[in-house]
Structure formats: C-alpha cells, structure tokens
C-alpha cells in the first residue's frame, strides 16, 4: 500500500458531463501529481501542485483543471467529456526535494 | 514528441533467465532515472531508480545499467520468476526528481514456469 489514496476507483459517465476525481497524498507529502493512463498514449503527466500551488503543467486538456486544498487532497476536475478521455487517472504525490514519486490505485473513467 | 522511448513492447522469459527491458531518452538536462513496475489493478510501484553519476545500480535481483553519453538505460532483472510478470516503466526526470517524471511506453513481462 502506497499511501496514496484515490476515490472513486471506478466512475462511469456520459459524453458532455462533468466529473471530479479526488487524491488523498501521503501523509506530509506536499506535492502532488494527476497522471492519464491509456492504451495509446502510457502514462502522461497531467499537473503538479506543491503546498497548494499549481508547480509545473504537463500535457493537461483545457477541459480538465485541478487544485491542491489546505489539508493538501487534490481534486481533478474533467469537463465536456468526450469518448477519448476514457482512462485510468493515477495521483502520485511526494516529500519536498528529490523523493520518489508514490501512486495510488488509480481511478478508471469510462465515457460513454 | 516522446522524451523517453522504451523497448521490446513485450517480453516472454522463462523462469530463471534474465529480463533485459532498454529505455533511450532525448533530454540531456534529466537527471533522475527511476524504473517502475506495475501490476493489473494498481498504480505504479518504484523498482529501483538512478543518477547518472553512476554507471550501474543494483538492488537485489534487479539492476540498472546507464549509459550517459549513447543516452541509454536498462534494466536486468536476474533470475526471473513468474512474480516478477507485469508492466515495467522507465522514467525521467530533471533537478534529481523534484520534476514530473516523463515516461516510456511501457514493457509487458511474462515469466513463464
């Protein structure tokens, strides 16, 4: 077990709606990151907060925002919700400076 | 553009022989290669993982191997056992980690008994 706890682990919805993920870090880990999952394209950075503020963006839709809250839980917010955005969403978070990278289970978004 | 580029796709071995999963990257700036494994239902779990200050990092049965100036990097894993079976991931990062790692497609490993 990782520590890192995301809910829900599974989340059905349809095409146009909107959905939130949430990411529990490690306990005393400041940063944290959202991954996208799928097939055709591995793993692709999405966001990374630190302490609450938005640090580095990756290949992150327009559709999709997050934000980092005081107790340091992350939620991922997806918007107009297309077939392609079908994947598995994995949070990760870490300690401050070089320390390793902990994913939670991941949760599995299906759009139909 | 893929910053991490990782082969075979997929590997077959039998028990007790030798994995060897290799990872090229593009970025000169990164500094921080770490290797993930994953399995059916989770997230990935941290193998092993190395700076480019050292050529070689063992832990185990499972060794790193880097190579700075063709910008290559393994991973062996010795003595393979059926357990071992799941996805493998190279990574890359800059500023040793503190940066959001980028990383390769992925090997699926079968270990056969």
């Known amino acids: 077990d990782s520590g890192v706890t995301q809910t829900p682990k599974h989340l059905i919805t349809a095409t146009g709606q909107r959905v939130t993920l949430r990411c529990s870090p490690r306990?005393?880990?400041?940063?944290v990151y959202w991954y996208q999952q799928s097939l055709d394209q591995g793993l692709q950075f999405l966001i990374q907060y630190y302490n609450g503020e938005e640090r580095a963006k990756g290949n992150i839709l327009e559709r999709f925002s997050a934000q980092q809250f005081p107790d340091l839980h992350s939620e991922l917010n997806l918007s107009s919700l297309e077939l392609g955005d079908s994947a598995l969403y994995f949070c990760?978070?870490?300690?401050?400076?070089?320390?390793?990278?902990?994913f939670g289970n991941g949760t599995r978004l299906t759009v139909t | 553009q893929q910053q991490v580029k990782q082969s075979p796709q997929s590997l077959i071995v039998q028990k007790g022989g030798i994995s060897i999963i290799n990872c090229a990257y593009e970025n000169t700036a990164f500094d921080y290669f770490p290797w993930y494994q994953q399995f059916p239902g989770k997230g990935p779990a941290l193998l092993i993982a190395?700076?480019?200050?050292?050529s070689e990092k063992k832990e185990g049965r499972f060794t790193i191997s880097f190579n700075k100036s063709a910008k290559q990097f393994s991973l062996h894993i010795m003595d393979s056992q059926p357990g071992d079976s799941a996805t493998y991931f190279c990574a890359a990062s800059r500023d040793t980690g503190r940066r959001a790692l980028t990383f390769g497609s992925g090997t699926r490993l079968q270990v056969q008994p």
């Open positions: 990760a978070s870490s300690a401050q400076g070089n320390s390793p990278l902990h």
């Open positions: 306990s005393g880990d400041l940063s």
């Open positions: 190395i700076r480019p200050d050292v």
